[in-house]
T-cell receptor, first 113, second 111 residues
């Protein structure tokens, strides 16, 4: 019974289009994150949110915009998609923003053609 | 620059044997976590350590902040232990939880 739900599991998009990756967590956590795993690279931190406020942003491109409509939701909108954006995007959560164990969703595998 | 150096990159174990994975840190880290990524791609949190040693079943992990390394020991390896293992650490200079991941160790347990 997954406690962090990511939708969809797989996503195929065309270059230039826009997609939204959905994440909901039912762990009662206050902090949520997005990480990206590209081929042949370690997982990379993208964003952290605490109580729906952006805490840290390590993504250079403004094409990536997190959206938090509720404390347990953190969606990721990606605009003007490029083939280089192809990766698995993992949502994660923790009880607080520091010194806390991190739990991951199963990921959304995005392929941009 | 690279802050987490993980080794080995790949490892093959026979069932029932054991080995250790290691992460060296090039900057001071305040905590480390270890994850297993299974065949379905899911990331499972194995350990969180701010210091010292923790044990869970056939797994044991140590974090030495002063000497900037962490290890994950696997004993009596089973087929289901196959997968990729990642260490990830929080820099002491970081205000918020931002994990820096190692490159991963691809573990294959064979009969």
């Amino acid at each position: 019974d997954p406690k962090i739900i990511q939708k969809p599991k797989y996503l195929v998009a065309v270059t230039g289009s826009e997609k939204i990756l959905i994440c909901e967590q039912y762990l009662g956590h206050n902090a949520m994150y997005w990480y990206r795993q590209s081929a042949k690279k370690p997982l990379e931190f993208m964003f952290s949110y605490s109580y729906q406020k952006l805490m840290d942003n390590q993504t250079a491109s403004s094409r990536f915009q997190p959206q938090s409509s509720k404390k347990n939701h953190l969606d990721l909108q990606i605009t003007a998609l490029k083939p280089d954006d192809s990766a698995t995007y993992f949502c994660a959560s923790s009880a607080g923003v520091s010194n806390e164990r991190l739990f991951f969703g199963h990921g959304t595998k995005l392929s941009v053609l | 620059g690279d802050q987490v150096e993980q080794s080995p990159s790949a490892l093959s174990l026979h069932e029932g044997t054991g080995s250790a994975l290691r992460c060296n840190f090039t900057t001071t880290m305040r905590a480390v976590q270890w994850f297993q990524q299974n065949s379905r791609g899911s990331l499972i949190n194995l350990f969180y350590l701010a210091s010292g040693t923790k044990e869970n079943g056939r797994l044991k992990s140590t974090f030495n902040s002063k000497e900037s390394y962490s290890t994950l020991h696997i004993r009596d390896a089973q087929l289901e232990d196959s997968g990729t293992y990642f260490c990830a650490a929080e820099a002491a200079s970081s205000s918020f939880s931002k994990l820096v991941f190692g490159q991963g160790t691809s573990l294959s347990v064979v009969p």
